[in-house]
């Protein structure tokens, strides 16, 4: 079956977003027409985690095409999400001699193709990139859109893509099967995008994606071939007519910062020391589509609580959430007032107002300056605690 192709236009620039199977084989002729006969080097920025079946297949069929590949492997964590990890990888692309003709390619999750797409905004100030992304969440987010970043550690906290570069790829290529090794804990991470995406969606092309989402919730957690191709498509497309109508993020209105949904809760929540999804998880960090999935019922709440909206909304996004899987409830989750105080601080807050993104209606959200504190914080009570 020939790949989707949805296409992002961002300023004078358009480029295809591929959605398929067994795409990774075929990387190489992809590059040919994308990237021209002027590139020689490819250097492949790749997840140390990956499967090898994976790599493997990138780099043949790069070579096959004619391309002198190198290989950068890079130990994707929050943690090593740092300059110190672009400086390394820019030395290896120097190493390696690329020029500025030459290309990057990221294989790999959000943090793989975050931190190879600055090092690509950086090298000899720009060359191109192409994302590959492995995870659901890089399918259907992070590689879409050019935003590129790293974080910074400033008295102790972790300040998460505080620094970076807008840098928009030639390709992005999403190959269904890569996700077959994701864990499912991952998967349902990256799942948390897609509600925020149906949570949005019905403004930006697709009418229709919540009610689809949420009839298909079943398939979709079994992976089912054909179901996934369409949640990424149709998840890609909706990103893509925001990044289209608000590259930069500017529209004080709500462009793309309608993104954003649930993020100021779930950063303020995910960089808590000491703060674990309740459940099978056991001690161990929130993912950030975890923390993601707690800010969708934060905001929720918060939208019913200002009469913004209705209380269904609350409980269908809230079930929507405990069916994928997502976690509703935490351990070691400080008292609201704490966590205001870190929202405060997002680097979305402009002059000190706080900005959130809620939702009005199942398939439509909106940016509400300075909030009521009061509704934030039933917002953030609104997160079971253990
Ligand atoms: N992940 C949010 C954005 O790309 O704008």
């Given amino acids: 079956m020939n790949p989707q192709a949805v296409h992002v236009r961002a300023g004078e620039r358009v480029y295809r977003v591929l959605v398929g199977t067994g795409l990774l084989a075929g990387l190489g002729e992809m590059l040919l027409p994308v990237v021209g006969k002027s590139a020689r080097k490819i250097l492949i920025v790749l997840d140390d985690n ?3 079946l994976c790599v493997q297949a990138c780099r043949s069929s790069v070579e096959a095409a004619g391309f002198d590949v190198t290989l950068a492997t890079f130990s994707a964590s929050e943690s090593n999400k740092r300059l110190a990890a672009v400086e390394r990888l820019l030395e290896r692309t120097a190493m ?12 790999g999750g959000g943090i793989t193709g975050d931190v190879a797409g600055l090092v690509a905004a950086m090298y000899k100030r720009g060359v191109r990139v192409i994302q590959c992304p492995t995870t659901l969440l890089a ?3 992070a590689s879409v859109g050019g935003k590129t970043g790293v974080n910074l550690l400033v008295d102790g906290a972790l300040l998460k893509n505080y620094s970076g570069a807008f840098h928009q790829p030639e390709l992005v290529v999403a190959s269904m099967d890569t996700l077959d090794s994701l864990p499912q804990r991952q998967f349902r991470a990256g799942l948390a995008e897609c509600i925020k ?3 949005i969606s019905a403004d930006w092309g697709d009418g229709d994606l919540w009610e689809w989402t949420e009839a298909r919730l079943d398939s979709i957690l079994d992976r089912e071939p054909e179901t996934l191709t369409e949640l990424v ?19 004080a209105s709500g462009g793309r910062s309608l993104l954003n949904l649930g993020h100021t809760f779930a950063h303020a929540i995910e960089t808590l020391p000491g703060v674990f999804p309740d459940g099978d998880a056991g001690r161990t960090s929130l993912l950030h589509g975890e923390a993601v999935a707690l800010g969708l019922i934060a905001a929720s709440e918060a939208a019913v609580f200002a009469k913004f909206a209705d209380r269904s909304i609350l409980d269908r996004v809230r079930s929507v959430v405990s069916r994928a899987g997502l976690p ?3 351990r070691g989750l400080p008292p609201a007032k704490e966590i205001l105080t870190r929202m405060a601080q997002d680097k979305k807050a402009i002059a000190g107002t706080m900005r959130l ?8 959200s909106r940016v509400v300056e ?17």
């Fill in 50 to 52: 990956l499967p090898e």
């Fill in 96 to 107: 390696s001699r690329l020029d500025r003709n030459d290309v990057i390619v990221a294989l």
């Fill in 139 to 141: 399918m259907v987010d």
């Fill in 197 to 199: 995406h149906a949570m």
């Fill in 233 to 251: 498509a149709r998840n890609v497309a909706v990103k893509a007519r925001l990044v289209e109508a608000d590259e930069r993020e500017t529209l």
């Fill in 328 to 330: 509703t409830t935490v």
């Fill in 357 to 364: 993104i809620l939702p009005v209606e199942l398939g439509r």
């Fill in 370 to 386: 300075s909030p009521p504190i009061d509704a934030v914080l039933a917002g953030i009570d609104a997160i079971d605690r253990r």
